[in-house]
């Protein structure tokens, strides 16, 4: 069945986009469309549900049966049974996530529907910044950033010593794209590597826990770097952090809820863990307030995927896959089977 036309149908998508072009439904316009949203337009006939006074339900009825691709991003709404219910011939989901925590995959994989997200974009930007946390957190950036501006190096004299990174042993939990790009450049800044993962990656030469308790027992800092799943859901607690002990360092570039969160507040306000390094929260945008008093941890309002240059190659595997599943061709950055 043809999609209606903005003539047929009141509270249709946008009439300045030509109709020949392949549509792609939008719910909600993902950061990147911000930015190269004209790319987008020149190529695909975007159809959002957000420019629409309707509710999404009826938005989805009454605009959106016959639509085959959906772009989405981490920032929701999360791509449930009851959204893809009412897409009938959607084929395909594009995230501009290299995250998948925000669809569910289960219903993807039994209506058939192939996910492709980020890909290897995002993996260097977001290893940097696991190590730009974890050097802040060791040599206390961030916080002597601010002993100077509050005028105390005058008044009190010398700062603490900060603790060196060279010769940590550093525990990677979740050895894919990004924790690979973390244990890289930690090797090269003379780190000891050990990891944890679903499964033993055969051509790795790291020591490999399959408990990451024990995997925390044997590292000075624990950097997460692995995706949001049931499984991983409050994985580390209270326990995991006891065995990291007090000097131990936990750095999250991963998603907020892999960590109990109240239960490592806990254990960083009275002394069980060292510090933390989080890009990410389980609330986001809400943290935790007790963190905010804490000069052992530092934070980041989830944009460790945020350069220019990463958005810039986003686009282009965004376009890339859109464009090789409206020509039958492979996708570039299938999510799926990972
Ligand atoms: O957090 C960001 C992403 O999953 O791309």
Same mark, same amino acid.
């Given at each position: 069945m043809a999609a209606k036309s903005p003539s047929q149908a009141p509270h249709g998508p946008p009439e300045n986009q030509s109709s020949d072009l392949p549509e792609v439904l939008v719910l909600k316009p993902p950061p990147l469309l911000n930015i190269y949203g004209d790319d987008f337009s020149k190529k695909f006939r975007l159809l959002k549900a957000s420019d629409s006074p309707l509710p999404i339900d009826q938005f989805l009825a009454t605009h959106a049966r016959s639509v085959r691709a959906m772009l989405c991003s981490g920032s929701g709404p999360r791509?449930?049974?009851?959204?893809?219910?009412?897409?009938?011939? !959607?084929?395909?989901?594009?995230?501009?996530?290299?995250? !998948?925590?925000?669809?569910?995959?289960?219903?993807?994989?039994?209506?058939?529907?192939p996910v492709a997200n980020a890909g290897d974009v995002f993996s260097e930007d977001v290893a940097d910044m696991a190590v730009g946390l974890l050097i802040d957190v060791l040599r206390k950036v961030s916080a002597a950033d601010r002993y100077v501006r509050q005028g105390l190096w005058a008044a009190k004299g010398d700062y603490p010593l900060g603790s060196k990174l060279g010769g940590k042993r550093i525990g990677?939990?979740?050895?894919?794209?990004?924790?690979?790009q973390v244990a890289k450049r930690l090797e090269a800044f003379g780190c000891s590597i050990s990891y944890n993962s679903r499964k033993r990656k055969e051509f790795v030469s790291y020591p490999f826990y399959a408990n990451v308790r024990e995997l925390a027992a044997n590292s000075n800092a624990l950097i997460i770097?692995?995706?949001?799943?049931?499984?991983?859901?409050?994985?580390?607690?209270?326990?995991?952090?006891?065995?990291?002990?007090?000097?131990?360092?936990?750095?999250?570039?991963?998603?907020?809820?892999?960590i109990h969160e109240k239960e490592m507040v806990q254990c960083l306000a009275v002394g069980e863990i060292g510090s933390a390094g989080l890009d990410v929260f389980e609330n986001e945008p809400n943290v935790p307030k007790?963190?905010?008093?804490?000069?052992?941890?530092?934070?980041?309002?989830?944009?460790?995927?945020?350069?220019?240059?990463?958005?810039?190659?986003?686009?282009?595997?965004?376009?890339?896959?859109?464009?090789?599943?409206?020509?039958?061709?492979p996708l570039l950055s299938p999510a799926m089977d990972e």
């Open positions: 791509i449930n049974a009851e959204i893809l219910r009412l897409v009938p011939s !959607l084929e395909l989901i594009v995230t501009t996530s290299a995250g !998948l925590n925000h669809i569910d995959l289960a219903e993807c994989r039994r209506l058939g529907i990677i939990v979740g050895l894919g794209r990004i924790g690979s770097c692995c995706g949001l799943t049931e499984q991983t859901r409050h994985m580390i607690n209270r326990e995991v952090l006891l065995a990291l002990g007090k000097e131990g360092v936990i750095v999250n570039i991963g998603r907020g809820a892999i007790e963190l905010f008093a804490l000069d052992n941890v530092v934070m980041g309002p989830h944009v460790a995927v945020f350069t220019p240059e990463s958005f810039q190659a986003l686009r282009d595997i965004v376009i890339e896959n859109l464009e090789a599943f409206f020509s039958n061709k």
